[in-house]
């Protein structure tokens, strides 16, 4: 059981992190790619305090530096669902919970808008973890939505297993290439079906699928929190970065504009801040 | 006529002054001592990300460095005044009135609360300022508090004026020494009168006075300007940084806890964006 779960590992996630560990809190911190990757592919930043003209890749690495000159080590992996379960909170990781009496999402704003029907055929044939629903669909037709390549191995696992696959890759020089696969370079419109997922639609076609897997960096906020305040895709905090559900802060961009490096490195700072008030109370 | 007037010079105020730069707002930036003293004063820092182990000395060079970089400059005075005027607010600063469509307070947390009395004798006897009012006090008897070393030739001005003075300095090895002038090293606890001020009280002994001056580095959020919304000491701030007062926003520790430079530079970047979202609306 941990104190705080921080999700996210840009510039507010990063904050979280460090103050986590410096009020000594029993912490784990997830990121679903490397540290403020967003942020490495920053040209020049002006305005971040005390760093001047610096580089996005450089300022993302002194920032990863920071962190592990700290000693704090970062869990890699994707947190797909966040539950309620008494005083704590259960975290979906792959086939994994984690368990955590606050939680802090730093998980910036999606450039993905969720496809339509996502969340409601959500664990109706819809899934986002090839390792916990892959089993359920041997031997059938799936449907691989893929955000990004290092989500590959998945990929090709759930190939494996299914009768027949189609990948569609949401980004260029998708290396997939299997017996039973077709890639499908077209964006998604919609998943339909009745009860249960039956097709996935295109603009000029329709698939006929069993099952369809959405493998991303991070889900929206509202999908990966149930009963989450959101407004306008953003997370509606309080002035101390609490959410509408008590024990859950979020930092940084994921809570509204300015989307900017230092508002995101403060907010972190205050997220970590009020999640210790929030446990001393406890 | 400027666009922005930002007041202060610690994380939050640098922050400011960087983005209202970046904007391109036509701006003015008010620093009541060097670019962020407090943060001078601190050991060493851990968790400002991006700067790992960075001694407070260390930090305020930064920060100041920073700003230079970009060609900022800033007004070394102590502004004692803000008041509406129309759609814009006038600054007092010493004798001269400086004009702003926006105001970015970042003023920090005040160490020194008011003495009691002060806020009600304000301009009946209690003045902030000796260069404005000092000439009123011509052959009376006065009373100069002062918080600072740095603000000796001031009261060195008032005692020349005077007939007698008392200074009651804040601060250790005051070096006042002139014929008409009493040292009293003691901490005064209220100002007293009637319509007028006539005494300032000790915890053993009065003194009457026809007038006191406070000489401080900042005064009160509330004093400084009238109206404005604080509660315990801090301003009411949205999450967008603005004040009760349109127009008047407020960032870093005197928008309240945590006292965290992170959290003061973020809401140094967010109170310049909301000041440039309102200039753009009107």
């Known amino acids: 059981m ?26 784990i911190w997830f990121s679903s790619g490397a540290v403020s990757e967003k ?5 020049l930043i002006k305005n971040y305090p005390g760093l001047p003209d610096i580089k996005g890749g450089e300022l993302a690495w002194t920032l990863k530096n920071h962190a592990e000159s700290m000693g704090i080590e970062i869990t890699e992996r994707v ?6 379960t008494g005083d704590k909170f259960s975290l979906t990781v792959g086939s994994d919970i984690f368990e955590s009496k606050t939680v802090i999402l730093c998980i910036g704003v999606q450039s ?58 949401l980004y260029k020089y998708c290396q997939i290439n299997m017996p ?16 249960k997922l039956k097709e996935v639609c295109f603009k000029n076609k329709k698939i006929e699928v069993d099952g369809a897997f959405v493998l991303r960096g991070a889900v929206s906020p509202a999908t990966l929190v149930h009963g989450l305040q959101t407004e306008g895709g953003h997370i509606v905090v309080k002035r101390d970065c609490s959410t509408n559900i008590n024990g859950i802060f979020a930092a940084g961009d994921c809570t509204g504009r300015p989307y900017q490096y230092a508002k995101a490195a403060g907010e972190g700072n205050i997220a970590v801040h009020s999640a210790v008030e929030f446990l001393d109370k406890k």
Chains 1, 2 share one sequence.
């Open 2 to 27: 941990y104190d705080i779960a921080i999700i996210g590992s840009g510039p507010a996630g990063v904050s979280a992190a460090l103050n986590a560990k410096i009020l000594q809190k029993r912490f």
């Open 39 to 43: 942020v490495a592919r920053a040209e």
């Open 79 to 84: 947190v797909t669902g966040i539950y309620e």
């Open 112 to 169: 993905v808008k969720p496809v339509r029907g996502e969340e409601q055929f959500l664990g109706r044939g819809v899934s986002y973890c090839a390792t916990c629903d892959g089993f359920l669909y041997k031997g059938k037709t799936i449907a691989v939505l893929c955000t990004d390549k290092r989500f590959e191995h998945e990929v090709e696992y759930l190939c494996k297993l299914a009768h027949k696959a189609y990948v569609i890759p």
């Open 180 to 195: 039973n696969t077709e890639i499908i370079v077209d964006t998604p419109l919609e998943f339909a079906g009745d009860l």
